[in-house]
């Protein structure tokens, strides 16, 4: 035999062997696990003018004033 059937044969093989594989693979149930600890420990306070504390809901707060603060507190989470 030569080299090109070979390779050829090889070829074929190995899609024989990958295409299967990969419709087994694409049709497995996917998990997906927060790896983030107790989410409530972080936050971002955001201040308006001197000490103004805005609201933290689900909503980012509307401000006009130009000076703004913000205080990011984060703890991180033990390593598992």
Known sequence: ???KKII???IL????V???LTIYL??????FQPRA???NQS???VYQGSSELLPNGNTPPTVTDPNV???IYYVPSPAP
């Open 43 to 45: 936050r971002v306070d």
């Open 1 to 3: 035999m030569d080299s």
């Open 26 to 31: 694409s049709r497995q149930k996917q998990i």
């Open 13 to 16: 093989i190995v899609l024989l």
């Open 8 to 10: 050829g044969i090889i």
């Open 37 to 39: 600890g107790n989410v």
């Open 69 to 71: 603060q913000l205080k």
């Open 18 to 20: 990958a295409i299967p």
